[in-house]
């Protein structure tokens, strides 16, 4: 079945992530080896940010052109979301110019009135409830490290933030095991647990929720984490800063998972806070494949919503 939209990995089934995941690896080698693949000769996409990007916004609009098509970047003051004018009429207007629109946006509702409205696809480049094209890189970078998903253990440690979700979701589509450990007042909204629940009972992932980051990681052979203060979040960044601080991704918690694990962030990291510096730059840190992985991963997304033919 093909999709008309990507708003979250959980609306898609785990055959379907797998093509993409496959899909993303045979553009990744053509790139390298300099072989062309325009399957989206002419395309165009429109990126709405209500929020700031450097990764969302450059692999995308590389990601088109690459393809063979063309992205272009509305910032927030430009169109003014659902302020200067109503999100469906933005939505509407936009499907008779474009072939498909990514947008950052703060409420996950807009995203999904413009999904609605559109009549083009929609791929979410983050919302304040969850991330999947992060987690399309992430699952990729770890299927690149570990030959699979199916199994690896992901100890995701701090905020139980819009990464956090998307992360848990691909690690119960995929069969990885999730566990997260968080402080008390910043855990996953229940509603994206559940879901994940149903899921992993599916795949065979297990999914653990503790305080403690040092029993998280026991075992893991990835650790991940992310800013203590998101975008939107700005004025908790005291509160947050002191609350998050036990959760510090630092060598003593690298040293407590298996030998093998590999450090996870999707950036911007805070060095000095949620990641130390040791550990981010250190052997163990994929931080940057995996930044560079967000380029792949959304062309095979482009290519499977907006392409009329694949590879
Ligand atoms: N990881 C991520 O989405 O980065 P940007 O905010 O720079 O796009
Ligand atoms: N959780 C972070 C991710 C940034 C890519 C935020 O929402 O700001």
């Not at 909204?189 to 879901?195: F, N, Q």
């Not at 599916?202 to 984490?225: C, H, Q």
């Not at 992310?226 to 609350?243: C, F, H, L």
Request: hydrophobic share 40%.
């Amino acid at each position: 079945m093909k999709h008309s939209s990507f708003l979250s990995v959980t609306d898609y089934a785990a055959d379907e992530l797998s093509y993409l995941f496959d899909l993303a690896i045979e553009l990744k080698k053509k790139l390298k080896s300099g072989q062309a693949a325009p399957l989206l000769n002419g395309k165009t996409l429109a990126m709405i940010f209500q929020k700031p990007s450097l990764r969302t916004r450059v692999s995308f609009e590389i990601g088109m052109r690459q393809l063979g098509g063309y992205a272009f970047y509305l910032s927030p003051d430009e169109i003014g979301l659902g302020k200067r004018e109503a999100i469906k009429d933005v939505a509407q207007v936009l499907a008779g110019y474009v072939d498909g629109i990514m947008a950052r946006v703060f409420s996950h509702d807009h995203l999904v009135e413009l999904a609605e409205y559109a009549r083009i696809p929609v791929i979410n480049g983050l919302s304040d409830f969850n991330h999947p094209c992060q987690a399309m890189a992430d699952g990729l970078t770890i299927l690149e490290e570990f030959g699979t998903l199916k199994g690896i253990n992901i100890a995701y440690v701090g905020d139980g933030n819009n990464v956090a979700v998307s992360l848990m979701d691909i690690a119960v589509k995929m069969g990885a095991n999730f566990t997260i450990a968080n402080p008390a007042g910043y855990d996953m909204p229940e509603e994206a647990v559940k879901l994940a629940q149903t899921f992993a009972k599916e795949s065979g992932s297990r999914l653990r929720f503790e305080r403690d980051p040092l029993t998280a990681v026991k075992g893991a052979n990835v650790i991940y984490t992310d800013t203590w203060v998101s975008m939107g979040q700005e004025s908790e960044k005291a509160e947050r800063e002191k609350i998050f601080l036990p959760y510090q991704v630092n060598r003593e918690l690298v040293d407590a998972a298996e030998k093998d694990c590999i450090v996870m962030h999707c950036l911007p990291s805070h060095r000095g806070q949620e990641i130390t510096d040791e550990v981010q730059d250190g052997p163990r840190s994929r931080v940057f494949p995996e930044a560079h992985n967000r380029l792949h991963a959304q062309k095979a997304v482009l290519a499977y919503l907006l392409g009329d033919s694949m590879m």
